[in-house]
């Protein structure tokens, strides 16, 4: 004959700090936003948006015709796109809060925007976005702090 207990307390204290957990994800939150953080910053270095390659700086010649530029033509922080001057990637924060990791532009004059989207005269160079791969790894990481608190 076999007995199979089922252990009933202790898969109730398990499912208590389960629920515990899932009500404050800070902890794993923040540690997200950070490997978030590092991932955006990557963007910059790689020149890379969610549609590959950025496109390159343009300008309108007089006879209306486009030249393109493998870095901004005034190169006066550098000559990687979107690095000009360094204010944009500078300006990037990251937080976790209880149920959201953020990475942001936290410029005061909030032209981010405008290169994440595009405008009408202005390409798309997105830089706040993650790989499929990452959002797997985060979603293991807040399975593993929800299952194990750590």
Request: proline share 3%.
């Amino acid at each position: 004959m076999i007995n199979i207990k089922f252990l009933v307390n202790e898969v109730k204290e398990k499912f208590k700090k389960m629920v515990i957990n899932c009500t404050n994800l800070k902890p794993v939150m923040n540690l997200i936003a950070v490997k978030a953080y590092k991932e955006v910053i990557d963007h910059f270095d790689s020149e890379m948006g969610t549609d590959g390659k950025w496109p390159t700086w343009r300008r309108k010649q007089s006879d209306g015709t486009y030249r393109y530029y493998s870095s901004r033509p005034t190169k006066r922080g550098g000559n990687k796109l979107l690095q000009d001057t360094g204010m944009l990637r500078n300006s990037l924060r990251f937080k976790g809060f209880e149920k959201e990791a953020q990475v942001y532009d936290g410029s005061k004059n909030g032209y981010g925007k405008y290169h994440q989207f595009g405008t009408k005269n202005m390409p798309k160079r997105d830089f706040l976005w993650v790989t499929t791969e990452n959002e797997e790894e985060y979603a293991k990481m807040t399975e593993k702090y929800v299952i194990g608190g750590k």
